[in-house]
């Protein structure tokens, strides 16, 4: 019974650096959504997918880019990674877009 | 379009009662409410839908106002469990349906102290 799947937990890159976040979900969800959260701001959407083969831009795109490459997988791509995107990462899906929506148990991301 | 949440924080003795609410400045389709521990994943409470169909859970209830654009949570008889951050999430009205995205406020601390 996994539910929402994130790895890594926690990473430290260098600024510049690339890397990628997965997230795979085992309740055949439509909907799957990428947040970043910071203290006092909430979480913030960066991408969400309504269904397999889309992938639309959130509120905080920038410097970031997403694949759904099938229906359990969205993955979060840092190309240039920079000290700002220091942050928790939350995937999330939900089976529909109005119904709720699940959780990963997030990635510490520090960059220095 | 991230909605805005009040109070920011609230501090409550066991047995207070509480509410906390949320406002857009969009037209929405949906409200979700979900309560964070620190160091965890958000955990889904409640959804309210355009239309009033709500699904919810036991002690803990919510309104939503369409023409207004707001949703408020209501905790009863807080409980030492009932600490954590709340965030209210939107879905935007888009064509009848929804967007398809999910919008969170900034949360509201919520302390309950013995």
């Known amino acids: 019974n996994a539910g929402v799947t994130q790895t890594p937990k926690f990473q430290v890159l260098k600024t510049g650096q690339s890397m990628t976040l997965q997230c795979a979900q085992d309740?055949?969800?439509?909907?799957m959504y990428w947040y970043r959260q910071d203290p006092g701001m909430g979480l913030r959407l960066i991408y969400y997918?309504?269904?397999?083969?889309?992938?639309d831009k959130g509120e905080v795109p920038n410097g970031y880019n997403v694949s759904r490459l099938n229906k359990r997988e969205f993955s979060l791509r840092l190309e240039s990674a920079a000290p700002s995107q220091t942050s928790v990462y939350f995937c999330?899906?939900?089976?529909?877009?109005?119904?709720?929506?699940?959780f990963g148990q997030g990635t510490r991301l520090t960059v220095v | 379009q991230q909605p805005v949440q009040s109070p920011q924080a609230v501090i409550l003795r066991e047995g207070e009662d509480a509410v906390i609410n949320c406002s857009s400045s969009k037209a929405l389709y949906s409200v979700h409410w979900y309560r964070q521990k620190h160091g965890e994943a958000p955990v889904f409470l409640m959804i309210?839908?355009?239309?009033?169909e709500q699904k919810g859970h036991e002690k803990i209830s919510a309104s939503f106002n369409e023409k207004k654009q707001q949703s408020s949570l209501y905790l009863t008889a807080s409980q030492l469990s009932y600490s954590g951050t709340y965030f209210c999430g939107t879905e935007i009205l888009n064509y009848g349906g929804s967007q398809g995205n999910l919008i969170f406020g900034k949360g509201t601390k919520l302390s309950v102290k013995p």
């Open positions: 999330a899906s939900s089976r529909q877009g109005m119904t709720e929506a699940f």
């Open positions: 997918s309504a269904s397999e083969g889309t992938t």
């Open positions: 309740m055949n969800h439509n909907s």
């Open positions: 309210l839908l355009k239309g009033g």
